[in-house]
């Protein structure tokens, strides 16, 4: 199984770690880069975040086609006549296709990390406060890109269907993204700190302007940064559980239909 | 389950939201037969053929397959992006009962090149690389739907030829779907007529065709003799009747005479008439 799941998906996985090796290798050129770090940090900021909307490339072209493309060109009457079971091809599938992307997710939250430190110096080189670093450092991104895999693979096994597998993967992921990102803030019960303070505006996740001591002084509402973990496996969890309800599903349409 | 039969449906019934595609199908398939399971468009062959492997699940009844099944579908479903090699790894890698040394030699025997595309192939070489990864797997049963269509003439002799070829070597069961009789009548020695979703006609095919005579005479004497044999269709001009009817050679008139029905009459009897039913007898069906 793990031979017939490595060649019919093998132009993914090249292709995926491919675009890691090009990845690593401007992450690294820059971080070694000597000039001005606030420069070098912006010049590559603007492309790294929107980085967090990498998952819909990999529902597209790992989850979308895996079982929509078989439904569509007959082969899983082909695939699931076999001596093994239907449940057995599809664990095995899920299983190794799943584990490769979340690895590749992790890598990448690597790499992005790696490469914040190099700019220990730039303010908004921040993996808790800016909301793209912090999906894209720590657990997060593993969890992010497993999500869309099952999230496209779920839409194929339903739609069976390639093409509108794709659109609706896409339609669903940015609801999702845009539904995690503004809701995020509310993980836990956020801090009010004084604004006036001579160490400026405090380091984590900065929610909305308020006041202290009865209006008459400046604040902000805030997460602070020791949170970033506590955060982070919220975050993983919320997206795991939608995936294992996206297994669920995927698991149902394929048991019930041919 | 008995040990003679291969396959073996009891009320077996599918429905697809509300209309039902096969109803109270009830039928044994015997070892070592080459079965042909004929109907109209839309009677149900291949609801039926995906129950028995396993593809759909039953809405009623049950269905019971013994011993190592291997199925051909209609579109002869191939990974097109791979070379006949990749394919009987596919078969080799997914089936325990491989029989790699007979699916490189008939691949050979077959003129094709195991570094060949699957997706270059043509439509007779790509049925017979779906052939061998079915035949590789050395099924008891074998279970064809539209084995034929699609093909031109020489890939249909082509392919009936390397399938007779398996079942002379290997005495496996065959069920192949179709609605071409022509295609069956020299290969099949069972045949099962599906109509409107219900089994019509169950038998061994040498019984059948002698257990029919096609009697024409006079249409004013046409309903005495339908009194005494059991008519399965009557046909006929203003003057002349020919009843197919399933009886023994009978005693006539002397303006009657009788003859033997070939198979394809015998089938479109049976379809026009969806209420006449052969079933076999409790016998037959052990026998």
New interface residues.
């Given amino acids: 199984?793990y031979?017939?799941t490595y060649?019919?998906h093998r132009v993914q996985f090249v292709v995926t770690v491919a675009f890691l090796v090009v990845l690593g290798a401007v992450l690294l050129a820059s971080a070694s880069a000597t000039a001005g770090a606030d420069e070098e940090f912006m010049s590559l900021y603007p492309y790294l975040s929107s980085m967090p909307v990498l998952p819909i490339a990999v529902g597209v072209f790992w989850g979308a086609p895996l079982l929509a493309a078989e439904y569509e060109?007959?082969?899983s009457?082909?695939?699931?006549?076999?001596?093994?079971s239907r449940g057995r091809w599809l664990a095995s599938k899920l299983g190794a296709l799943g584990l490769l992307v979340t690895l590749a997710g992790l890598g990448f939250g690597l790499m992005i990390q790696a490469w914040l430190n190099a700019f220990p110096a730039v303010r908004t080189a921040d993996r808790f406060g800016d909301m793209s670093f912090f999906a894209m450092t720590g657990v997060a991104p593993g969890a992010w890109w497993l999500f869309g895999f099952m999230l496209g693979t779920a839409a194929g096994a339903v739609i069976r269907k390639t093409l509108p597998a794709i659109a609706v993967t896409i339609a669903v992921f940015v609801l999702v993204l845009i539904g995690i990102f503004t809701n995020r803030g509310g993980y836990a019960e956020p801090v009010v700190v004084p604004a006036d303070t001579a160490a400026g505006v405090p380091a984590g996740m900065i929610l909305r302007p308020a006041t202290l001591d009865g209006g008459t002084r400046a604040a902000y509402e805030m997460q602070p940064s020791d949170r970033y973990w506590r955060f982070q496996w919220t975050e993983a969890g919320i997206l795991l559980t939608g995936t294992l309800l996206l297994t669920a599903g995927t698991v149902v349409a394929v048991?019930?239909r041919? | 389950m008995t040990d003679t039969s291969v396959l073996e449906a009891t009320g077996l019934g599918k429905r697809y939201r509300r209309k039902w595609a096969l109803r109270d199908c009830s039928l044994s398939v015997p070892r070592g037969r080459v079965v042909a399971l004929v109907g109209p468009n839309g009677a149900g062959k291949t609801t039926l053929l995906h129950l028995a492997v396993g593809l759909l699940a039953a809405t009623e009844g049950e269905v019971r397959v013994q011993g190592e099944t291997a199925f051909l579908a209609q579109e002869k479903p191939l990974y097109s992006g791979f070379s006949v090699a990749e394919m009987l790894k596919f078969g080799r890698l997914l089936n325990p009962g491989w029989d790699d040394e007979f699916a490189r030699r008939r691949i050979d025997e077959l003129g094709l090149s195991l570094t060949s595309k699957v997706g270059k192939l043509s439509g007779g070489q790509r049925a017979q690389v779906a052939l061998t990864v079915a035949l590789a797997k050395r099924p008891e049963l074998l279970v064809l739907d539209e084995p034929l269509a699609n093909l031109d003439p020489l890939a249909r002799h082509d392919v009936m030829r390397g399938l007779m070829g398996a079942v002379a070597d290997t005495g496996m069961t065959v069920l192949l779907s179709s609605h071409v009789m022509s295609d069956l009548e020299n290969t099949c020695d069972w045949l099962i007529v599906l109509n409107g979703g219900r089994v019509q006609v169950s038998g061994d095919i040498d019984e059948l065709i002698a257990g029919h005579r096609v009697l024409s005479g006079p249409v004013d004497e046409a309903e005495a003799v339908a009194r005494r044999v059991d008519v399965i269709e009557t046909v006929g001009s203003s003057r002349q009747a020919a009843l197919l009817a399933r009886t023994e050679p009978v005693p006539l008139g002397p303006q009657w005479t009788d003859r033997p029905v070939n198979l394809e009459e015998l089938v479109l009897a049976y379809l026009r008439r969806p209420d006449a039913a052969n079933l076999p007898r409790p016998t037959l069906a052990t026998a």
């Fill in positions: 199984m031979w017939l060649r019919q060109r007959g082969t009457r082909l695939a699931w006549t076999q001596s093994i048991r019930r041919l």
